[in-house]
């Protein structure tokens, strides 16, 4: 007789299961500001999404919203049909306990533009920390794992070093190890290159290349239009919180449709 799968611990260098987000309606106000205007988005297990727009239009709202770090104030988000929202036009629907909510959030990994290390701990120290405080692995099994996704992103004569020894292309490159350590089901971008040397891009963007056709289901908030339409499987245009257009990259990015997505294509291209 067979035992679940789910029941089995996951090997640390395993592809987790890819995630699948649902946003319905999402409304994100601060005081008379309203940032996220009616957000319905849809995400499928394994799916690459690039989420473009002008500056300010919500992009980063958004994945905080996604990760829990902002709560709407009307609307609801899922994850592999779990709720996360609370309220729906006023309805109050079942609150998530605080637990619930750590335990969503460690499946999502979030890599944020300034990369954000721990500048005190080393390379290996800042991917192995989090599956061992979280108690997914014992540190010398987080440890080996941390090792083999250093390798993974190209730095594996970089784990004794500390992140002001490295380039920012480096840093960026622990960060996405760090992110793959919790063995995340979704991953979240957040302008992941913006901060970096234009000749540093090429080696985040192949990383995140190398995630996107590995069947991670990814979230990427880029001004990278070429890298988006290499990776990404749906491409989103964000203005002023709305989605104004989405679809395949060669629909949105080479025959837009509404004036603001064909406005904002010819300033970044
Ligand atoms: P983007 O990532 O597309 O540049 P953001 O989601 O960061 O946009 O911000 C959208 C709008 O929301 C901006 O006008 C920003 O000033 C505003 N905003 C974001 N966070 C807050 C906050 N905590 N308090 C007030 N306004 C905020
Ligand atoms: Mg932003």
């Known amino acids: 007789m067979s035992t679940p799968t789910s029941q089995l611990p996951r090997p640390a260098d395993a592809d987790a299961p890819a995630l699948a987000i649902e946003i319905r309606d999402v409304h994100k106000w601060y005081g008379a500001h309203r940032v996220l205007d009616g957000i319905d988005l849809t995400v499928r297990p394994g799916e690459v999404t690039v989420i473009v727009g002008p500056s300010g239009s919500g992009k980063s709202t958004l994945l905080r919203v996604i990760n829990h770090l902002e ?53 290996l120290e800042n991917v192995a920390a989090a599956p061992v405080a979280t108690g997914l692995l014992r540190k010398p099994e987080a440890q080996e794992s941390a090792r083999t996704l250093l390798g993974r992103v190209g730095l594996a004569d970089k784990a004794g070093a500390y992140p002001r020894q490295l380039s920012g292309g480096q840093q960026q490159r622990v960060a996405i190890a760090r992110a793959l350590a919790l063995r995340p089901g979704v991953i979240l971008f957040d302008e992941p290159t913006s901060a970096l040397d234009p000749e540093l891009v090429g080696e985040v963007l192949a990383v995140i290349k190398d995630l996107a056709t590995s069947g991670t289901t990814l979230v990427i908030v880029t001004h990278e239009i070429g890298f988006a339409r290499e990776v990404a499987d749906r491409v989103v245009f964000m203005d002023g919180g709305r989605i104004l257009e989405q679809g395949p990259p060669e629909q949105v990015l080479d025959r837009p449709q509404h004036p603001r997505t064909q406005e904002f294509l010819s300033k970044v291209l």
């Open 71 to 123: 709560k709407p104030q009307i609307g609801h988000v899922s994850l592999n049909g779990e709720l996360i929202g609370v309220r729906r036009h006023g309805e109050r629907l079942k609150e998530l306990s605080e637990r619930a909510i750590l335990a969503q959030r460690s499946r999502i990994g979030f890599v944020f533009q300034n990369f954000n290390l721990f500048p005190h701990l080393t390379v």
